[in-house]
T-cell receptor, first 115, second 112 residues
Framework: DTGVSQDPRHKITKRGQNVTFRCDPI?????LYWYRQTLGQGPEFLTY????????KSRLLSDRFSAERPKGSFSTLEIQRTEQGDSAMYLC?????????????FGEGSRLTVL | KQEVTQIPAALSVPEGENLVLNCSFT??????LQWFRQDPGKGLTSLLL?????REQTSGRLNASLDKSSGRSTLYIAASQPGDSATYLC???????????FGDGTTLTVKP
């Protein structure tokens, strides 16, 4: 158990709907990362937070994607107007307390299927 | 931009064999490198973390080596078991980028 939990584990939605994923790291994780993984590929970086500050967003994140980490605790990733190409596993990872020495600890992921 | 390559993409071995998985990366300015295991439909489980100042790290039947200057890491699995069947991913962490970059993994099948 990594201590990182994600919810929901599975989400099936119709194209055009909005979806939101939540990640709860442990309190020591001052950094929080979101990655996306499609079948047969390695995880691709989406964005990361240092406490509540969003420090970087990948070009993979279109304007339909938004992420927040209020108060530096849990984080949410919202996808608006979903498209079939958004179907993937969305992975959250915590790191800390020392970002440059610590391991990444992943949650079990949230699998999105867009019909 | 960091690029990570893992060879082979897939590997099938009989139980009991020793095996080596390879990981190469283009940007050697890394702070650490982490090896993960992923079972189908699941998240990533951390196996080993090697700091840039280290050459090797061992955990049970697993041994990971790192040659930062040449941009290479290997994961050695001794006496493989069917339960080792999974996808293995490597991820170097670049301080200047503030993130880890993943390869596409090696899918290992160990036959009883």
């Amino acid at each position: 158990d990594t201590g990182v939990s994600q919810d929901p584990r599975h989400k099936i939605t119709k194209r055009g709907q909005n979806v939101t994923f939540r990640c709860d790291p442990i309190s020591e994780h001052n950094r929080l990362y979101w990655y996306r993984q499609t079948l047969g590929q390695g995880p691709e970086f989406l964005t990361y937070f240092q406490n509540e500050a969003q420090l970087e967003k990948s070009r993979l994140l279109s304007d339909r994607f938004s992420a927040e980490r209020p108060k530096g605790s849990f984080s949410t990733l919202e996808i608006q107007r979903t498209e079939q190409g958004d179907s993937a596993m969305y992975l959250c990872a915590g790191q800390g307390p020392h970002a440059n020495t610590g391991e990444l600890f992943f949650g079990e992921g949230s699998r999105l299927t867009v019909l | 931009k960091q690029e990570v390559t893992q060879i082979p993409a897939a590997l099938s071995v009989p139980e009991g064999e020793n095996l080596v998985l390879n990981c190469s990366f283009t940007d050697s300015a890394i702070y650490n490198l982490q090896w993960f295991r992923q079972d189908p439909g699941k998240g990533l489980t951390s196996l080993l973390l090697i700091q840039s100042s280290q050459r090797e790290q061992t955990s049970g039947r697993l041994n990971a080596s790192l040659d930062k200057s040449s941009g290479r890491s290997t994961l050695y699995i001794a006496a493989s078991q069917p339960g080792d069947s999974a996808t293995y991913l490597c991820a170097p962490y670049n301080t200047n980028a503030g993130k880890s970059t993943f390869g596409d993994g090696t899918t290992l099948t160990v036959k009883p």
